[in-house]
């Protein structure tokens, strides 16, 4: 009999109420499994009083064990956790409507491996962006919504979350409101890019507003969605100088850039596991 | 008889409709006074109509001639319009309260010769910051205001105002709204930092309210007074990347820094001229 | 007979040695052929002591009108100079090896109209980014290059970039030197973009000397290709900032990002002849 | 007898080569002494193979029974390493020259508590700041520094290191070089503000060389300082974007801003023992 030396990267991240002997208690619990940190972080927030942490660990060990490891640890303490292996690209629900460049910039940075998400398939309330889907190799899913179909609609979107085993559904300028019990089902689990410097702008035409207000610098914001439009707790922002030369339609084109990188952060950051919930906001261990 | 040798740079604003002509109009009326344009800015706006010009000019002709030769193109045109020397230093007074960064930062780069500003005096509702203006050798003057001195103080200021000759007033972190007629009889005259990126966060608390929505960046904006509180036309704005980490004690030490940075900037521009309204909108010729 | 009443929006740009009159004679010439300036820009250099304008005319006068008045005064001037029609898309060739994020982001944004270029060839040294360009409908040339058949190969370019007509030349990461004579022949009008923030970390492996010097922020130049590598006029740098964490491999995924926007504003830039030569500076009316 | 209630924040810095078991060994050390962590750091470079943590942590243990307790396992684990109480001001040296911008601004910081450090002293080879540093109530120490009197300078200065117990050296815009032997006897203890951005612009007059080459962003460089002039580890860069219309005077007082404030970031961070050697680059726990 010889030893198992096929060893895992793993992820495991957790958040607790705030208190002595937390990290003792895993980096101990990771010891004796074997366990060489490689990537760990930590943060007590005085304002919730919890706890949150990430740590990445090469261990021969296997997801029962770890997990055998970690359910006593989380009662314990009162955790809620979660245990990935490193890199494992996460199965993704794209939602557009006609604006291209979100979709085009995710699925090549998912081609060109620089974005851990699996594309599983894209939805679209119009057909315009069928072809980009195809070049990609992804199944195009058109998917109409209108007043009257909205309902129907949300129902076909959760018949494709779940046939596709979607971990992560991403509305990469999709311009449709999601129902609240869609946002509480998937909760932690839907990512928006909204096209202005949120709390600035919300609501419908962010850049005419901008542009009214005359704004020296435009921005973007991908958050999680919850049933409070444009409320979600903020992942990342992004922001571009502009000024009083520029026209509705240049801080559009201006505002493509940020929006397609903020997205692109916001999604990556995710995937890694890297964003934690803390209350309306995030711990993000970038 | 020798002609005159002397010239002086000039710097000419105007706004008027737009309209063909205006440029040719202009650049001929200085080159029959001999000027030779060093610096020259024009923009039409497609929104309000309004055209904006800025030239700078070398010309050995003088105040009077420019005067009367500008005046009647004024009229053509319906051009709202203003004639200065170049790098003569704007008359200004500053309004404080406790917070020092902004008066450190605006007296030493007057002193260091980065601002054609002079600081005609500092007024403070509290006399904490009185040293520092006198390490810089200006005049301190404690106009404490309360909610029954409201109006008194309001008229001390104007005297004070009126006294020091100031074209210029700016609340360096004032904490004191004026009312709306002082905003009415200043109009374009006096700039304040906001120490958020507005419009996110009006009002009271900023950094409390940054911190509470989660925001991934802070920023600061300097504005013309109006009586409409926070919604003034903005000359400038900055930002600053934050994390989860921050408290609000920390993004109000962050912010000091890009507080100082854009209320400097919007104050150099406008004492070069470079600021001309458009509405509740600023065209900047930087 | 009645008039014509069709106009057209000019752009004509010039450089001369710096001297009064100019934008007088300019502006002169324009308002006599019925010209409405919407843009103008000027710049006198103190250093190099040459002129510069760009400006943006809606005139119903025909090119050769516009161009036998310009003739005269650009004698008179010593004036470079150039006029073209707003909003036309310039005719540009691609090259490209085998890193596709350029590419991609620049046939994009030519499909969403953001860019004014019409891309009328892609030429790879490898056929890896032959299917990016199918997708977007324009024909790709394979141009292989080896020390042997490297005259070859730029006698190939040459024919290609006469045949398609081209007017601008874009080393979309092309990875190969031209050479001499090749840049001699095309000065001005091939635009590299070098994965460092120049002058720091020229030659090969940029990211590789940035990771080994321990430099907290990365960039990106895009520049006129000269004889002397990696020294041409720059048209814009950008920069993002990196930390210890990140490897070599980080380094390369997040520059893919400055690289694509950098060298999309320089091309923007020069298609909308923004970009003048001075000595081996540029002034870029943006 | 009544247990000792009374608690000290404590931050301790650690590297070493990197291997299995420094985390918990580390974490269980601090359970044992009844610490509770309440912000912690660790990196592993995979380039030098080692590996580097900063723990801040709050634990009614004396400096005796820490250092006790760390003894050991630093042995065990061949580490270099550093304990300090949080929050302590780092007694600090500035060497300053004529330009007052960086001095003003580290003072200012001190004073406003925005800064943990104490500083000790100025010293400036001209008189010009004295005054500042007596606004401040900091000793001015005239040291001035020709090429016959250097070596009297350096022991002058060394004295004045010894004699203020200074901790940290901060040249801020110094302008002198230190002989190899002073850089290493006081290796990571000594902090320079380069101003331009490192690697590009080495040596005298950064901003001429900056503005010779027509870059559209510079930049500062705050690092720490070697035998080797301006190739010493880097702790923190920044940059401002410019544009053509920039004169060399242009470029040096905007970059007086990235200066001040890039060095005191550099200042902040290590002295809150946030900035760790790894070899000839810095791992930096912001």
Chains 1, 2, 3, 4 share one sequence.
Request: with cysteine; net charge negative.
């Amino acid at each position: 009999m010889t030893a198992q030396t096929e060893t895992t990267h793993w992820i495991l991240t957790l958040s607790c109420p705030d208190g002595p002997g937390i990290v003792h208690a895993v980096a101990g619990m990771l010891a004796e499994h074997g366990g060489n940190i490689t990537e760990s972080q930590q943060f007590g927030d005085p304002y919730s009083g919890r706890f949150f942490m990430r740590v990445q660990v090469e261990s021969a060990a296997s997801r029962e064990d770890l997990v055998s490891a970690v359910t006593p640890l989380a009662a314990r303490f009162d955790m809620t956790w979660n245990l990935d292996t490193a890199g494992r690209p996460m199965r993704t629900l794209l939602l557009v409507s006609r604006a291209a460049h979100c979709l085009v910039d995710l699925l090549y940075r998912e081609r060109s491996q620089h974005l851990p998400i699996d594309v599983v398939g894209v939805v679209g309330n119009h057909r315009d962006l069928e072809d980009i889907a195809a070049f990609y190799d992804k199944p195009f899913h058109h998917v109409p919504v209108t007043k009257d179909t909205k309902p129907q609609a949300e129902a076909a979107l959760r018949e494709l979350i779940t046939g596709t085993g979607a971990e992560l559904v991403v509305l990469a300028r999709y311009m449709q409101i999601l129902s609240d019990e869609m946002c509480r089902d998937h909760a932690g689990r839907i990512i928006n890019i909204h096209h202005s410097f949120l709390p600035s702008f919300k609501g419908a035409g962010p850049y005419r507003q901008a542009h009214d207000r005359g704004v020296k610098i435009i921005g973007a914001t991908s958050h999680y969605v919850t049933g409070d439009l444009d409320e979600g707790p903020i992942i990342e922002q992004d922001v571009e100088r502009v000024d009083h030369t520029h026209t509705i339609d240049d801080l559009v084109r201006i505002g493509e850039d940020t929006e397609r990188r903020t997205l692109a952060r916001a999604v990556r950051w995710h995937a890694e596991h890297r964003v934690l919930l803390d209350g309306h906001r995030t711990v993000v261990f970038r």
